[in-house]
Nanobody, 125 residues
Framework: VQLQASGGGLVQPGGSLKLSCAAS????????LGWFRQAPGKERETIAC????????FTQYSLSDRFTVSRDNTKNTVHLQMHRLKPEDPAIYYC???????????????????WGQGTLVTVSS
């Protein structure tokens, strides 16, 4: 399984950014893809995930008014649309894969979670 994240970059406060993660080597309808982030000196944080099996989602409540997760089943790709970015949002954003019912468990990662490389998001004027 390979997870290729893209779309990170520099954005001004209040701006928007869309991240994408393309998964290869996964079995369609048998995976959930999700987004996480880790800022320097902080713990990794769950953002959201979406099941490719039934479309169920989980989004961290504190981010749900600005961040939206979506999927493209035809391309095995998950997106993270981020709006009204704030100075506290900069981090490395990671894509990960887990079981199809992952959203039911709040996208909690474990030993079976597969991680992709991160993409850096910077918020600065």
């Amino acid at each position: 399984v390979q997870l290729q994240a893209s779309g990170g970059g520099l954005v001004q406060p209040g701006g928007s950014l869309k991240l994408s993660c393309a998964a290869s080597g996964v079995t369609p309808n048998r995976v959930t893809l999700g987004w996480f982030r880790q800022a320097p000196g902080k713990e990794r944080e769950t953002i959201a995930c979406i099941s490719f099996s039934d479309g169920s989602t989980f989004t961290q409540y504190s981010l749900s008014d600005r961040f939206t997760v979506s999927r493209d089943n035809t391309k095995n790709t998950v997106h993270l649309q981020m709006h009204r970015l704030k100075p506290e949002d900069p981090a490395i954003y990671y894509c990960a894969a887990d079981s199809p019912n992952w959203p039911r468990f709040g996208c909690r990662w474990g030993v079976e979670t597969l991680w992709g490389q991160g993409t850096l998001v910077t918020v600065s004027s």
